[in-house]
């Protein structure tokens, strides 16, 4: 069993970057496929990107991101960012990372419905407002 939590959200403007960090205890997240997660007010929450157990294998991102949003892992610290750039007004959220132990013949996938996810962080408010 891994708890998450999530860190580094916070208000800014747009145009401005942010990292998102998720943190594991209990468990290494190095076993885990994680996702990215967000749900704006009034909204259902939506996969922003995703990726496998092997940092090397395969990542998803949602399609309004690419090209600004970048998931990554840090094995020796056992955590994994969110590096969010050219922020706009639309990616005002809370993000929420999760998690999900895919077992030793599935290091490879990523999983984009929160369904597919057995552990959730609490969550990270990023607002991105003039």
């Known amino acids: 069993q891994v708890q998450l939590v999530e860190s580094g959200g916070g208000l800014v403007q747009p145009g401005a970057s942010l990292r998102l960090s998720c943190a594991g205890s209990g468990s290494s997240l190095n076993y885990y496929a994680i996702g990215w997660f967000r749900q704006a007010p009034g909204k259902e929450r939506e996969a922003v990107s995703c990726?496998?157990?092997?940092?090397?294998?395969?990542?998803f991102y949602e399609e309004s991101v690419k090209g600004r949003f970048t998931i990554s892992r840090d094995n020796a610290l056992r955590r994994v960012y969110l590096q969010m750039n050219s922020l706009k007004p639309e990616d005002t959220a809370v993000y929420y990372c999760?998690?999900?132990?895919?077992?030793?013949?599935?290091?490879?996938?990523?999983?984009?419905?929160?369904?597919?996810?057995?552990?959730w962080g609490q969550g990270t408010q990023v607002t991105v407002s003039s």
């Open positions: 990726i496998s157990v092997e940092s090397t294998g395969s990542v």
């Open positions: 999760a998690a999900r132990f895919p077992g030793s013949s599935a290091t490879k996938f990523y999983y984009t419905h929160e369904d597919e996810y057995d552990y």
